[in-house]
C-alpha cells in the first residue's frame, strides 16, 4: 500500500521522507493556508517546487485548485501542472470539475478527483479519466456513515469495468483507518503525519524495549 502525507509542511514531509516510506503528498487549500499569514503568490509556487525536489521518483505531489468554473480550473490547472512533472492537479466532484478532470486527462495532465464521498461520484471520476479518486473516509464516519464500506463499494465498482483509476483514501483520522485499507487492498491512503507516526508506537514495545536494555545493562563488564 502506498503512503501519501497530507500536508503542506515541509518539516513534515522531510521527517516523513526520512522514514524511507513516503510515497507522495496532498495538500487542500486549508492545509496551505496553515503555512501562511499572507498569501504571496511567488512563495506557494515556490513551496510547491520545494516539496517536489524532496520527492523520490515514483512520487508525485497533489495541489488543488482554488477556482471552481470549469475555464478558470482548466486555465488553473495547466498553470499548476507546469510547475513540476510530480505535480497532480486536484479537482473537486462538481459539474464543472468533472468536465475540468476529462479536459485536463485528455490532454495529457493527471488529476485527483477530491470531495468525493459517495460511489456514483467515484464512478464519474473515474468515466472523466481521473488519475487518483480522493474518497474522505473521516468525514463520512463524523456524520456515523461508514467510509470504509464506501471504499469497499467504490473498489468494487473499478473492478466491474476495469477502470483504471487509483482510490487514494483521505481524510483518515487513525491507525484503524490505515488497517482497515490495507486489509481490502486500497491502492493508497494520505495521512497526517501524527496518524503515521501512531503505526510505529506501542506501549508494549517501549516496555519490551526498556526490559531488554535495563537487563543487559544490570550486568557489570
Ligand atoms: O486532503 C484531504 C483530506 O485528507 C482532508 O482530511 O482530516 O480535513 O477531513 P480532513
Excluded at 521518483?57 to 490547472?77: A, Q, R
Excluded at 460511489?119 to 471520476?125: E, I, N, R, V, Y
Excluded at 473515474?126 to 470504509?148: H, M, Q, T, W
Amino acid at each position: 500500500m502506498k503512503f501519501f502525507l497530507d500536508t503542506a509542511n515541509i518539516k513534515d514531509i522531510k521527517k516523513a521522507k526520512s522514514l524511507g516510506i513516503l510515497d507522495g503528498i496532498t495538500t487542500n487549500p486549508t492545509l496551505i493556508s496553515k503555512e501562511y499569514l499572507v498569501y504571496d503568490e511567488k512563495k506557494i509556487i515556490k513551496h510547491y517546487i520545494n516539496i517536489c525536489n524532496l520527492l523520490e521518483d515514483e512520487s508525485d505531489l497533489s495541489v488543488e485548485v482554488i477556482s471552481n468554473t470549469y475555464i478558470e480550473m482548466i486555465k488553473e490547472g495547466k498553470k499548476i501542472s507546469k510547475l513540476h512533472p510530480k505535480i497532480v492537479v486536484k479537482i473537486p466532484m462538481t459539474e464543472d470539475g468533472i468536465k475540468a478532470i476529462k479536459y485536463l486527462s485528455n490532454n495529457g495532465i493527471k488529476t485527483n478527483c477530491t470531495l468525493v464521498f459517495s460511489p456514483l461520484q467515484a464512478l464519474l471520476a473515474a468515466k472523466s479519466g481521473a488519475e487518483y479518486v480522493s474518497p474522505f473516509i473521516g468525514r463520512l464516519d463524523d456524520l456515523s456513515y461508514n467510509g470504509i464500506f464506501l471504499l469497499k463499494e467504490i473498489m468494487n465498482i473499478y473492478k466491474n469495468y476495469n477502470f483504471k483509476t487509483k482510490i487514494l483514501a483521505a481524510s483518515i483520522r487513525n491507525p484503524i483507518h490505515i488497517s482497515e485499507c490495507a486489509k481490502i487492498g486500497i491502492y493508497a491512503v494520505t495521512a497526517p503525519i501524527k496518524v503515521i507516526r501512531t503505526l510505529i508506537e506501542n506501549p508494549l514495545t517501549k516496555i519490551g524495549l526498556d526490559k531488554f536494555l535495563n537487563d543487559y545493562n544490570k550486568k557489570k563488564y
